[in-house]
Each structure stands twice: as structure tokens, then as C-alpha cells.
């Protein structure tokens, strides 16, 4: 494990815009995890650990793209129906074993190799075959091009190019891709190690009696699924009561096994609030004061060698800081190439007044408008802590620090949360 540097998370200064506080996250997050090889099959949203170059071509001859009949191109006449005998089958998997000679037309199906001194394929349903005496001749069409219907070899990949570069997660089309190179296992980055845990003596277990004034915990069962999603090996600490002495000695304890701790809530300076002591007194901890909404600042620092990240304890700004900022940190230190989410520009289908100088993230849906272009509209509660405007909405409206409001009509970002998972 590479250990990350005293004052990694350090910063002095005021408020700081979210595009500023991901650049200096990616100067000063590194990867954390090891290298191993696994089975393919197991590699799914793991993150590469070396680059993968192609040992040979693929396809690695030149094949045909239909079932049909494959002639040399200058054996055609360029303006009247063609007749050739047919002389060869080629199956998917197999060859003629032959060159084709000139002036005779060989029956291939779709993915067969292309024989030699053959350049062009004609579909079927193109061509009209006879058979007399047991000798077959297919009449062929005129207007086709040269080479139509042939994929040549290395049309996917070429031998020798880098076709997954390191720090990538690995998604199913790579999989694929790395199966069709005839990998079996794969060189990855072992999961990050994350703890979870939640504080108070008002928080319950979902499945308990709920006593008055409790509430059931929420946000440690929401950043678990996340972790989880995100591929990393989660550690459930479970709900650690009020005192400062037992947090501690939890903290102590993940930061021996455990590469990062994540947590919400617990963060300020009231007689209750316990977990900034423990961190403070286990190690160092740096509050981020972020130009967001929703969210108050966010807490990074270090136990031991592990990260610590502390997010707001209102269930919609733990899911938002956790997509806008702790997952970036997450997958700087699994070892990715760049944790940022793509954001895509929708028409917006609501007004809404911001006021300047933060970035706000509304909930939002997609619906497409009488003329097909997408639009988003917002959901009608804004809550910090309403859970069931996350679950009602496809994703996250963002909205840039300079803006002052949204009209109709205007362009907007959008974050679907399809796009982080």
C-alpha cells in the first residue's frame, strides 16, 4: 500500500469551487492498491493495472460480413448479370484450404475466412443458384462494389496497439474485448478497502424497534451500496454510540486494516458531535469549506494510514458529496485513470432562482418534449434530507457557481445516475 502523504488533504483558505477542489483531490490522491491477476469472468468494474496490447489481429484474416458467395471483383461484368460455377464452401471456422482461381465463385457464410484470390462476398438474397447434374452456377448481380461485404483482418484490433489503457474500470464491452484477445486473466488493482459507520445514540438499526426520537440509519446502508457499486470491499462498523473514546479506538482499528473510512454527520463542534474529536485525536483532519449545495464542508484527513472522508449528515448531501467528491477521491486512490462523471447539456423544463457564487445539484427527471430534444424537469421537494427525491429522479441538475437563476428553455447539465454506477 502506498502511503499518502502527511498533509495530502491539507488546505488553507475560503470557500472553494468544486471544479477547484477536484483538481487539487486528482495533484494529490494517488493509488493505494496493489496489483494482482484474476479471471476474466471476475473482472467486471475492476480497474486495470497495465495496459493491454493486442498479441495478434483481430479478426485475424479477412472474413466474410454475410452468408453468400464470394468471387474476385474482376471477374464481374460491370453492366449485365454475371454466371460462375460454384466450386468451394467455406463455413465460419473453417478454410477452403485453397486458392480460388479465377472465374469461379465460392459459398461462404457469415465469419468464414476469405480464400485466397477472393475479394468480394454477394449476399444470398441477392443471387439466384442452379444446379444441373450435379454441377452448381450462381447468377450474380450487377452495380456491387469491390470488396463489399469482405472485413479485413485487424478491422477491430491491430496487433501491437493498446486497446485498454491502465487506470481504466473495466466495463462488459472490455471484457468482451479482452476475451476475443484470448485473455483469460487479467492484470488488476486489488478492491480498495473502505470502513462505514455511523454515530449516535438516536440512530437504529433498520429491523429494531424504533423508540421515540430515533431514526432508523439511513445514510450508512446508502454509502455501503455505493462503495459496493463502485467495486470497493466495504467493512460495516456498524453504529458506534456517543463517545468520543469508543470512536477513537474504532477509528484506530479500521485504519489498521482498512484503506479509507468513510462516514456522515458527527463532524461539528456541538457536545454531541464526537467523531471530529476521535479523527482529531487519531490523526489529522482538514475541512474543505466547498461553494455546494446541498452540503456543508467536507472533512478529509488521515487515521494511521488510512483516508478518512467525512461527509454531511443529511441523506441527499451524503449521496451528492459522496458522486461529486468522494468517489473521484475513491477512484484516484483504486488506481483510475479519472474519476470525473460525464455531464450531458438537456433543455430545461423548469425556473428555478440560485443564488450566485456555489454550485447547486437539484434532483431531476428526464422527459422528452413534443419535438423529441430532452429536457429535464426538477422535483418538486428540495430537501436535504428527502431520500425519496433521490429515488423519484433519474439524476442530479448541476448547476455552475456563476449562475444566478434557470428559465425555460435553457441549456443545463445533467448527471444521470446511471452515469456512476
Known amino acids: 500500500m502506498v502511503q499518502l502523504s502527511d498533509d495530502c488533504f491539507a488546505f488553507g483558505g475560503g470557500m472553494m469551487t468544486v471544479d477547484r477542489a477536484l483538481a487539487l483531490l486528482a495533484e494529490r490522491t494517488h493509488p493505494v492498491t496493489a ?45 449485365a448479370p454475371t454466371v460462375l460455377p460454384v466450386t468451394g464452401r467455406v463455413a465460419a471456422g473453417q478454410a477452403l484450404g485453397r486458392s480460388a482461381a479465377r472465374g469461379e465463385a465460392v459459398r461462404i457464410f ?85 470502513a462505514v459507520f455511523s454515530t449516535g445514540d438516536e440512530v437504529r438499526e433498520p429491523g429494531t424497534a424504533l423508540a421515540p426520537g430515533a431514526v432508523y440509519d439511513a445514510n450508512r446502508f446508502a454509502l455501503m451500496a455505493l462503495l459496493a457499486r463502485l467495486g470497493c470491499a466495504v467493512t460495516d462498523l456498524g453504529i458506534l454510540p456517543d463517545r468520543v473514546g469508543t ?38 483532519l482538514d475541512f474543505w469549506r466547498l461553494a455546494i ?8 484527513g488521515r ?50 432562482k440560485k443564488k450566485p457564487g456555489r454550485r447547486e445539484y437539484l434532483r431531476g427527471s428526464l422527459v422528452r418534449d413534443a419535438d423529441g430534444v430532452l429536457s429535464v424537469v426538477k422535483h418538486p421537494r428540495d430537501g436535504a434530507g428527502v431520500l425519496s427525491s433521490l429515488v423519484e429522479s433519474d439524476g442530479l441538475i448541476e448547476l455552475p457557481e456563476d449562475l444566478a437563476g434557470v428559465e425555460p428553455g435553457m441549456t443545463v447539465d445533467f448527471l444521470p445516475f446511471n452515469e456512476v454506477r
Open 110 to 194: 457469415t465469419g468464414a475466412p476469405m480464400p485466397e484470390g477472393c475479394d468480394t462476398v454477394f449476399m444470398q438474397e441477392d443471387c439466384r443458384a442452379a444446379t444441373l447434374d450435379g454441377a452448381t452456377t450462381v447468377t450474380l448481380p450487377p452495380g456491387i462494389r469491390r470488396g463489399a461485404n469482405r472485413r479485413p483482418a485487424g478491422e477491430d484490433v491491430t496487433a501491437g496497439a493498446t486497446v485498454l489503457a491502465a487506470g481504466r474500470r473495466l466495463r462488459p464491452e472490455d471484457i468482451g474485448l479482452l476475451a476475443s484477445l484470448g485473455q483469460r486473466d487479467v492484470a488488476v488493482r486489488t478492491p480498495l478497502r473502505v
Open 35 to 79: 496489483p494482482e491477476r484474476i479471471p476474466l469472468a471476475g473482472a467486471l468494474g475492476r480497474v486495470l493495472a497495465a495496459d493491454v496490447i493486442a498479441p495478434f489481429s483481430v479478426p485475424p484474416h479477412d472474413n466474410a460480413a454475410v452468408d453468400g458467395y464470394a468471387v474476385c471483383f474482376d471477374d464481374l461484368a460491370p453492366d
Open 303 to 352: 487515521v494511521g494510514e488510512a483516508a478518512f472522508i467525512g461527509l454531511p449528515g443529511n441523506p441527499v448531501a451524503v449521496v451528492v458529496t459522496f458522486l461529486r467528491i468522494a468517489r473521484p477521491i475513491l477512484l484516484l486512490m483504486m488506481g483510475a485513470a479519472d474519476g470525473a462523471p460525464p455531464l450531458f447539456p438537456v433543455r430545461a423544463a423548469f425556473a428555478y
Open 247 to 284: 470512536i477513537r479506538d474504532a477509528l484506530a482499528g479500521a485504519a489498521a486494516t482498512q484503506d479509507a473510512i468513510v462516514t456522515s454527520g458527527g463532524m461539528s463542534t456541538g457536545e454531541e458531535d464526537h467523531v471530529r474529536a476521535a479523527v482529531e485525536a487519531s490523526g489529522r
Open 293 to 300: 449545495k446541498p452540503g456543508r464542508p467536507v472533512a478529509l
